[in-house]
């Protein structure tokens, strides 16, 4: 009888398992997964006024594949947060194109920054969601569907200030931040007059931060500068950073290099300064003052950083609206990221209007400098004059340095 009764309850509990196992199976999850793990099934509509898209005549189907989850989540949430913005901003009225009305539908997949689960994804939102558009916001993520996206004619919206990918002569490429190439020099004028000349470079150990590096080390060595230390950081592992801060600092620098997520790379600050550092920081455009200023509890420990000057500090005349309505939406700090392609989504609009079409990838990037300039006022967060490179967002330098407890803009 006891048998019959263990029995009994053992099935009932392998029945239920059985239930709920079918019901995870059949589910579409959004959560995070280990990294390098399959992203199959974890596709996510993002538009969030469906009330707007679906009273349009017409939907465009746009999308993005970046890291939604991993090390770099936050990094995907910030690039996808100002999209998000934008496109329930054009919802609200929709846009017309040839006398039709058409709403956008963000549609995104996870890549954990991974080169290539952005090339799946690509395809995948091609072949599923006929997408003409797709955003992509890391290098390698870029790379990786440059090999096809001219062939299965889809534009690539990189949010990378990786130079290179506009080298590739990939005629459907559009850059959509500054390149980095642009700091070098006036990092290195400002630093070298203020510090000295002994750097210790110790950015993210990317291959983002190895051409970073590249770049950053001939002009500091042309200008009459050393390099003491040469040294990489794994954010993806590395969580003490002491014992590499030790060697650097041990080299005696005037100057450090550091970079990467911008929360650990405050550690990396953090960590220097309470070893006795003195000197300067010199900040890949990845790692954000804005950022890192609260996991440092202010700005004190960032006297004489220099980085991309903070969003926040834009006197574009749409960035003051932008901000506060980001602010109350997202209840945190606006950067670079959600910005940048905030503008980016609603000249992609403004350039399928003056192209006369919505799926010719082609024509609409070659109608983006019209897009530019038609774009109003209050869309206009950040200076952006035009477009140059065969496909690349010319926008105005920006330089901020921490002087005195303050942000203060440095003329390039």
Not at 135 to 163: K, W
Request: aromatic letters at 8%; glycine letters at 10%; one cysteine or more.
């Amino acid at each position: 009888m006891k048998i019959g009764i263990k029995l009994f309850v053992f099935m009932m509990v392998l029945i239920g398992l059985m239930v709920v196992g079918g019901c995870a199976a059949g589910s579409v999850s959004n959560s995070s997964n280990s990294e390098g793990s399959s992203n199959e099934n974890k596709s996510k509509d993002t538009s969030t006024n469906a009330d707007a898209t679906s009273s349009a005549e017409n939907t465009v189907n746009i999308g993005f594949s970046g890291p939604l989850s991993g090390p770099a989540a936050y990094y995907g949430e910030n690039t996808l947060s100002g999209l998000e913005m934008a496109v329930d901003e054009i919802n609200q009225e929709g846009f017309e194109v040839n006398g039709k009305q058409y709403g956008i539908n963000l549609v995104t997949l996870d890549d954990q920054y991974l080169p290539n689960e952005t090339g799946t994804n690509a395809r995948r939102l091609v072949q599923e969601n006929d997408t003409p558009i797709i955003f992509v916001p890391h290098s390698g993520g870029v790379f990786a569907t440059q090999v096809f996206n001219e062939q299965e004619d889809f534009l690539i919206a990189a949010y990378t200030s990786e130079p290179k990918i506009m080298e590739q002569n990939n005629s459907l490429t559009l850059g959509i931040p500054p390149a980095y190439n642009a700091y070098p020099e006036p990092f290195t004028d400002y630093q070298m007059e203020r510090f000295g000349k002994k750097i210790a470079l110790l950015p993210t150990s990317s291959q983002y931060g190895k051409d970073w590096t590249e770049a950053l080390k001939p002009v500091w060595e042309e200008n009459g500068g050393e390099v003491v230390f040469e040294g990489s950081i794994d954010f993806s592992k590395d969580t003490d950073f002491f014992s590499i801060v030790t060697k650097a600092l041990s080299n005696n620098p005037d100057v450090m290099f550091v970079g990467g997520p911008s929360q650990p790379t405050a550690l990396v600050i953090k960590q220097a300064r309470e070893l006795g550092f003195e000197g300067g920081f010199m900040l890949m455009d990845q790692s954000k003052i804005e950022e890192i200023e609260p996991v440092l509890g202010g700005l004190d420990q960032l006297e004489g950083t220099i980085g991309a000057l903070p969003i926040i500090d834009s006197d574009a005349p749409g960035a003051e609206n932008f901000i506060s309505q980001y602010k109350e939406r997202f209840e945190r700090i606006p950067t670079a990221e959600g910005a940048f392609n905030y503008q980016a989504m609603h000249v992609i609009v403004n350039a399928m209007k003056e192209a006369g079409s919505v799926d010719d990838p082609a024509k609409i990037i070659e109608s983006m400098d019209a897009g530019v300039q038609s774009l109003p006022d209050e869309q206009m967060v950040w200076h952006l004059t035009g477009i140059y490179n065969g496909g690349a967002f010319d926008w105005k330098p920006a330089i901020g340095a921490v002087e005195d407890g303050k942000v203060v803009k440095i003329e390039n």
